[in-house]
């Protein structure tokens, strides 16, 4: 079965979604991730939330005034994510790797916590990085914010205390750097 199909599946499946919480329970930007794209986003950027899951960067996006298209592989996080950003965003299925947006499309393209762990073999990470730079405006922001710790937490089945996660980030962040310099 190709990984694509696999990951699919998995995030469409009803158990999936009543782990992962109700739609909208985070919806804030990661201190990261809102220190990154402080003032980068001007008010009205057309903003492309690539493997937006749930809404979380979707809902933070637009309570920045950004108009926002957010899209995921999942038609069942699409489905949890629509109550959770109302009318407020665009809401389109589709796969990363190849963007149904005409080139340019976008002043920004975000995708958080989905390369990693949700994209292989490499070759599919650089599909999605080369469909990312295709719809990106000239001069536009692409943001990838490759956090390992979703991955974790799946793993452990549950969330860990917060210097804990802060101090596993690091570690893992730092193994995913060594090994993709020795085998890229």
Same mark, same amino acid.
Do not use: K, M, Q, Y
């Given at each position: 079965m190709d990984p694509v199909d696999r990951v699919r599946e998995e995030f469409d499946r009803a158990e999936v979604a009543a782990r992962l919480g109700r739609p909208g329970d985070e919806t804030e930007l990661w201190d990261v991730e809102r220190?990154?794209?402080? %003032?980068?986003?001007?008010? %009205?950027?057309?903003?492309?939330? $690539?493997?937006?899951?749930? %809404?979380?960067?979707a809902i933070a996006l637009l309570r920045r005034d950004c108009r926002v298209v957010a899209g995921d592989l999942s038609q069942g996080m699409i489905d949890r994510a629509r109550p959770a950003v109302g009318g407020g965003a665009r809401l389109v299925r589709f796969d990363a790797r190849r963007l149904p947006f005409r080139p340019g499309a976008f002043d920004a393209v975000v995708l958080t916590n989905m390369l990693l762990q949700y994209v292989w073999p490499r070759a599919a990470r650089v599909? $999605?990085?080369?469909?990312?730079?295709? $719809?990106?405006?000239? +001069? %536009?922001?692409?943001?990838?914010?490759?956090?390992?710790?979703?991955?974790a937490e799946d793993l452990l089945g549950c969330r860990a205390p917060i210097p804990v996660r802060r101090g596993l980030r690091l570690l893992f962040g730092v193994t995913i750097l060594a $090994? +993709?310099?020795?085998?890229?």
């Open positions: 220190r990154a794209l402080e %003032g980068r986003l001007a008010p %009205g950027s057309l903003v492309l939330d $690539v493997g937006c899951g749930e %809404g979380r960067e599909e $999605v990085a080369r469909e990312a730079r295709r $719809v990106l405006a000239p +001069n %536009g922001l692409a943001f990838f914010h490759l956090s390992i710790w979703p991955l $090994v +993709n310099l020795l085998t890229d």
